[in-house]
């Protein structure tokens, strides 16, 4: 009995020290860092500079009301970034949230990782992707006017947000 017993503790062990581990998104975090009620938790690669511009363009882009878990990944492509929500199934994310997430994921990628490829994955309450968008855009920004863009030159999106500044006349007072 007593073999049986250290046996199953053992095993628990294994199991607690091979990391956290959700069965449905094969999410491993090894570290969190919390600030106003939104959780990263992130690994490997990740740094806490990171987790931390995470938090600071959550806020920012998303303004939760009640906190968000965020667990965050670098891979061999980039980085996977996978949001909680309250959404149950992906029919009742709104075709205007579906648009606006690859702008977030590109947004994300730009601001928070240099430019690096981020696949954005929705999760549901069990932690389920409901919905994942790719970074696909870039963008120069100016008074209050974004130009996206891809598929150009850096110096083509400039001349084009330059050319709306100038018609807009500085962000859009002249209009």
């Given amino acids: 009995m007593k073999k049986l017993l250290l046996a199953l503790v053992l095993a ?10 959700s069965p449905n998104t094969n999410i491993k975090t090894e570290k969190t860092l919390t600030i106003n009620d939104i959780t990263v938790h992130y690994s490997g690669d990740v740094s806490m500079s990171q987790a931390k511009a995470i938090i600071d363009f959550i806020n920012t882009e998303l303004n939760p009301e009640n906190g968000m878990d965020v667990y965050v990944e670098k891979n061999g492509g980039g980085y996977t970034v996978r949001l909680t929500s309250t959404y149950g199934s992906p029919d009742e ?4 949230l579906k648009f606006y997430l690859v702008f977030l994921a590109s947004k994300m990628s730009q601001d928070v990782f ?6 954005l994955q929705i999760l549901d309450d ?3 992707v409901l919905y994942q968008v790719e970074s696909k855009y870039r963008y120069v920004s100016s008074n209050g006017i974004n130009v996206w863009y891809t598929g150009v030159s ?3 999106a400039q001349k084009a947000l330059n050319y709306l500044l100038d018609f ?3 962000g859009g007072r002249g209009m």
């Fill in 126 to 128: 069990e932690k389920n």
């Fill in 93 to 96: 994310l709104e075709a205007s």
């Fill in 12 to 21: 628990a062990v294994v199991v607690l020290a091979s990391g956290c581990e």
């Fill in 114 to 119: 240099g430019g690096e490829h981020v696949l």
């Fill in 168 to 170: 807009a006349g500085e």
């Fill in 154 to 156: 850096d110096e083509e």
